[in-house]
């Protein structure tokens, strides 16, 4: 079955960094585009970026351009989303997704709580 | 940069049809397919609709998609409506390596 497991929920102070991760399984890692969307509470879609495992080519949204990185270990079957200094504004769920000629398959989501 | 724009909510009762659209700001909508997502609340959002009309393996054919040129804009359509089918649909397309979802439409079905 293809699979992404993402990491689970993280309560940050503002300021600090954090690493999440997405796992994928039951494919071939490396042959399908993988993207991070931001989804803030109560609120809707936003795509934040993508990489290509195989050559870890990367791809942001202009709004989150410079604001999180996005990385991969391929050995691992894992890709990242990275923050160096996280803002209250950052508290959202992340989902990572697997692109083919769509977004078939979701991770169930990693929960961001930044508060003080 | 350009913009999708969806209504923010429809509702409809059990085994009608509902139609739900998503207008491109600049740029052709037929210039990068469009796909559709559902999302049912506390879940992950879903593939319905892809390639403008194309429904991935399990969608039932009440899931329906168009692109209309002359109004810039997709559409959803939903027939059969049913008590689960209530949630959030978002259009997605994308231009020069840039995603872009539309702000998403509540569906009640009541």
């Known amino acids: 079955e293809v699979q992404l497991a993402q990491s689970g929920g993280e309560v940050k102070k503002p300021g600090e960094s954090l690493r999440i991760s997405c796992e994928g399984s039951?494919?071939?890692?490396?042959?399908?585009?993988i993207g991070w969307v931001r989804q803030m509470p109560g609120k809707g879609l936003e795509w934040v970026g993508l990489?290509?495992?195989?050559?870890?080519?990367?791809r942001y949204s202009p709004s989150f351009q410079d604001q999180v990185t996005i990385s991969v270990d391929k050995s691992i079957s894992t890709a990242y989303l990275q923050w160096r200094s996280l803002k209250a504004s950052d508290s959202a769920i992340y989902y990572c997704v697997r692109e083919s000629n769509y977004m078939d398959v979701w991770g169930k989501g990693t929960t961001v709580t930044v508060s003080s | 940069n350009f913009m999708l724009t969806q209504p923010h909510s429809v509702s409809e009762s059990p085994g009608k049809t509902v139609t739900i659209s998503c207008t491109r700001s600049s740029g052709g909508i037929a210039s990068n397919y469009v796909q559709w997502y559902q999302q049912r609340p506390g879940s992950s959002p879903t593939c319905v609709i892809y390639?403008?009309?194309?429904?991935p393996s399990g969608v039932p054919d009440r899931f329906s998609g168009s692109v209309d040129r002359s109004s810039n804009s997709a559409s959803l359509s939903i027939s059969g409506l049913k008590t689960e089918d209530e949630a959030d649909y978002y259009c997605?397309?994308?231009?020069?390596?840039?995603?872009?979802f539309g702000g998403g439409t509540k569906l009640t079905v009541l």
């Open positions: 390639e403008d009309n194309q429904r």
């Open positions: 997605q397309t994308y231009d020069y390596n840039n995603w872009v």
């Open positions: 990489i290509y495992p195989g050559d870890s080519a990367t």
């Open positions: 039951g494919y071939s890692f490396i042959s399908y585009w």
